[in-house]
């Protein structure tokens, strides 16, 4: 007997490999994929100016990188002795204006260079609601925990991000041809927005990549929704709050993406990376410096192993970690 409604994922005829950067824009569920890459040491940029959630915030991210805006402390806002940017998340604000633009310029300018290189841009939208700033019209990334009452609410039309797209995706075939982008709609549900609120919303959101997947620069779309909806489709697949899919949820995913997105070399190569990189959390008890000396030499060997194979590897910072177990008594 079936008990899940479980579909296939047809391979995608473009594969990510660790010669491919790959740049990752969007909700946290963009961060989720972006990071398990990242286990793997692939060369991958996740959310450069912080996680956004509505296509007209990825898109102010994207047009920031790649127009090679420069901020100035007019751009700023203070709230309560803090600058911010409401381009950006919380992590780049600060009480010094000037170390608030130094970060973002500075992190925009690597952006750039990567975006420059990139084969492959992941774009993970979350919600067609927006927030504007009532004072100036803009269209926050991020509210920063100022007040609502400084803000107004507005669903973003089908044909809005439709047009807004358009061009988006002209803007990034002129500038990088050799470009993919890929759509997915994030499974996260916005609850603040009610059910019935969070439901409409998705649904622009489908409306609108499915018109786009008729650009000629022939986007992809990856199912991460309907994965979580349509096949997981069970609470025990969510985090606490009933809202985040779980790490297993995450998993499964992460297994249908790189299914799609990877070889099977790349996806054995990831997997041994993977595991380097995580034994850097492997808990070794206190006083046992037999078994610590065993494990660490062990994992070196592993090291030198995966780099000599594959030299583009970067393992410096396990291998120093490791290294440093050694020198330990």
Not at 99 to 110: A, F, G, L, Q, T
Not at 133 to 147: A, D, F, T, W
Not at 183 to 192: D, G, L, N, Y
Not at 233 to 262: K, V
Request: aromatic fraction near 12%; glycine fraction near 4%.
């Amino acid at each position: 007997m079936e008990l899940r409604t479980t579909f296939n994922i047809d391979p995608s005829p473009f594969k990510v490999t660790y010669h491919d950067p790959a740049m990752f824009i969007g909700s946290c569920f963009a961060s989720s994929m972006g990071s398990l890459l990242e286990m793997g040491r692939m060369p991958v940029m996740i959310n450069p100016d912080g996680a956004v959630f509505n296509p007209v915030s990825v898109s102010n991210t994207i047009n920031n990188i790649v127009s090679g805006r420069e901020f100035v402390q007019d751009d700023l806002y203070n709230h309560n002795g803090t600058w911010l940017s409401f381009f950006h998340y919380t992590d780049f604000s600060s009480e010094d204006p000037s170390e608030v633009v130094e970060r973002i310029n500075n992190r925009s300018v690597k952006a750039l260079e990567f975006l420059q290189r990139a084969r492959f841009l992941f774009i993970t939208l979350g919600t067609a609601r927006v927030y504007r700033m009532k004072s100036s019209g803009q269209i926050v990334s991020n509210c920063h925990k100022i007040p609502a009452v400084s803000f107004e609410s507005e669903l973003l039309k089908v044909s809005d991000i439709v047009s807004l797209w358009s061009q988006q995706l002209d803007v990034l075939q002129t500038l990088f041809p050799a470009l993919k982008v890929i759509f997915t709609i994030s499974p996260v549900r916005h609850w603040k927005d009610t059910a019935h609120g969070n439901q409409i919303s998705k649904s622009v959101l489908f409306l609108a990549v499915e018109e786009l997947l008729k650009h000629q620069s022939s986007p992809q779309y990856f199912p991460a929704y309907e994965l979580v909806m349509d096949d997981l489709r069970d609470y025990r697949f969510y985090n606490d709050d009933m809202l985040h899919p779980s790490s297993t949820a995450i998993n499964y995913i992460w297994e249908q993406f790189s299914g799609c997105y990877m070889e099977s070399k790349t996806r054995a190569l990831w997997s041994e990376v993977a595991k380097i990189t995580k034994a850097r959390n492997h808990h070794i008890s206190t006083g046992s410096q037999i078994k610590r000396e065993k494990f660490a030499v062990n994992m070196l060997k592993q090291i030198s192993e995966t780099e000599a194979r594959v030299p583009s590897i970067d393992l410096s910072a396990e291998r120093s970690y490791f290294l440093d177990l050694l020198e330990k008594k």
